[in-house]
């Protein structure tokens, strides 16, 4: 028997509350409806479970308590009755629902990440909605004060109510296009949690999210991708941190401190989506983790299987950035000239990685004024502390070269 | 059902077309009168219309107690409402789906815009 303590309950909390919430706006049609009651069956739990131990399954407890909660309030209000005579048959109509396997989560964060909402708010809606964030841990993740994220929120669930933005899994045909927004949003939540406060948190989120689509929606293999390239990227997070905070690069890490469990499982969703052969961004960009997971060593790494992947890659998606990646796995494979030939016909002058890139390139090459300059451009428009600290580190380190 | 206006804005005082002939625009307008039809055949159609352009619109106002006709339009704007449709829909993804298929015929962006009142629909 677990001990029932507030972080049992908290970590309940985090894992059942999106099915919860997504149960209940499938029922009474209303999202904030749905987030007070389950937030109330939580509240009730936390008492409860404390005296009388878990019920045999929590999440199920606690939609039938929110439920029942929601119900309680819609019959307080005469508008609620009304609406309370419309919800017992589109329920009992929900179940006959043919097609593909329906699950309320499924359908919220189609809803959630609406093209017709802003970028923004689709990342902050699915965190609240389905991750279990609350307002402030959403605020905090992206560095918004709450009562502006608390704004957003608010008006990005008036436009789904006022819009009509439906609930509900999209089309056969219009699934590739609604998905990729899908996708983005949980690739987003991932690397804000890879610079932020809450990272631990988002980048758990991200994972879960995706494992459970993953688990939903078998057939698509970018959602695979996807799930392969946060659990292989999440296995080096450890490594990427020094004991003072400073960033450590791929090549300098201990590989033995990487998480062998998620590169197992990595490695066999890439390897299904190699047999699966539908590749796409994402399996491409889990694929190169891969390969990165695979070697002993950096030097031991096969770096012209990388460049081949990059080349496929840069083929689906021809932006700069990915032909930046692509010109550093150059580098490894023809030597840094090639790569800093490459480099400098590209247009990212505004890319800290990019003056970073730049500068390891000159510095092997022998060129340490051009390296040092390279290294203040970079600092000086680093994105987080932990990077600012380890290109300020590699400038003065450089200061001592000639 | 939900109401949505779709509408498509033009540049105001924008480049001065060639006027089309008779035949060109007989056959600039057939596809759009297809897709009224499938729009009503579908019952997602209300209503719709294409504007003259602003220097013919007329602004009506009050000016203390007097009513003030003027010369329009109401605001000067560098874009104007050109032409709209109002169609009734199961959701937004419908209305989306709508205002899809006349925007590849008139190759213009169009506005969906919901209803604040649902009631009559």
């Known amino acids: ?402 | 059902m939900p109401r949505y206006l779709l509408s498509t804005h033009s540049a105001t005082g924008g480049a001065t077309r060639e006027p089309m002939t008779e035949e060109q625009m007989q056959k600039a307008w057939a596809p759009i009168q297809a897709l009224e039809a499938d729009m009503k055949s579908a019952g997602a159609w209300v209503f719709s219309a294409r504007l003259e352009d602003p220097d013919t619109a007329t602004v009506v106002r009050m000016s203390g107690d007097e009513i003030v006709t003027m010369d329009g339009p109401f605001v000067e704007a560098k874009e104007h409402l050109a032409g709209f449709y109002i169609i009734e829909t199961a959701d937004l993804d419908e209305a989306l789906g709508w205002a899809s298929k006349v925007t590849r015929l008139i190759s213009s962006p169009i506005e969906v815009w919901p209803f604040a009142d649902t009631a009559g629909g």
């Open chain 1, 1 to 402: 028997m677990p001990i029932v303590d507030d972080a049992l309950i908290g970590r309940i909390f985090r894992e059942e509350s999106g099915r919860s919430v997504a149960t209940l706006i499938r029922i009474f049609g209303d999202i904030d409806l749905a987030q007070d009651a389950v937030q109330e069956a939580f509240a009730l739990a936390l008492r409860k479970w404390h005296d009388d131990g878990l019920p045999p399954n929590p999440g199920g407890w606690i939609t039938t308590t929110a439920r029942n909660r929601a119900i309680d309030h819609l019959r307080r209000e005469s508008r609620g009755r009304e609406l309370l005579g419309q919800v017992v048959e589109p329920d009992m109509a929900q179940e006959e629902e043919a097609g593909p396997v329906q699950d309320d989560r499924l359908r919220l964060i189609f809803t959630c990440c609406h093209p017709a909402l802003a970028i923004e708010a689709r990342v902050a809606l699915t965190l609240r909605l389905l991750g279990g964030l609350s307002t402030a841990e959403v605020a905090r993740a992206f560095l918004v004060a709450e009562p502006a994220m608390a704004k957003r929120l608010v008006r990005a669930k008036h436009k789904i109510k006022a819009a009509h933005i439906p609930y509900r899994v999209p089309a056969e045909t219009d699934l590739p296009g609604r998905l990729r927004p899908v996708l983005a949003v949980l690739y987003l939540a991932y690397n804000a949690g890879t610079d932020r406060p809450a990272g631990d948190d988002l980048r758990g989120e991200a994972i879960r999210l995706a494992r459970a689509m993953n688990g939903l929606m078998p057939d698509e293999a970018e959602v695979a991708g996807l799930l392969a390239l946060l659990l292989l990227t999440e296995s080096r997070w450890s490594a990427r941190f020094s004991g003072d905070g400073s960033i450590v690069l791929l090549r300098d890490q201990d590989r033995s401190s990487w998480d062998r469990v998620l590169i197992e499982e990595g490695h066999a969703i890439v390897r299904a989506c190699l047999r699966r052969n539908q590749p796409g961004p994402y399996q491409i960009q889990a694929a190169i983790n891969a390969v990165h997971a695979a070697a002993a060593s950096f030097p031991a790494t096969d770096w012209s299987q990388i460049l081949t992947l990059y080349d496929q890659l840069l083929a689906i998606t021809p932006t700069s950035v990915v032909a930046m990646n692509r010109a550093i796995a150059l580098g490894e494979v023809e030597g840094p000239r090639a790569a800093l030939n490459v480099l400098d016909g590209l247009d990212l002058d505004q890319y800290h990685l990019f003056h970073a890139a730049r500068a390891d390139l000159l510095a092997r090459l022998g060129r340490y004024d051009d390296a040092r300059q390279a290294y203040a451009g970079a600092a000086a428009l680093a994105a987080t502390e932990a990077e600012r600290t380890y290109l300020t580190d590699r400038l003065a380190a450089m200061r001592s070269a000639r």
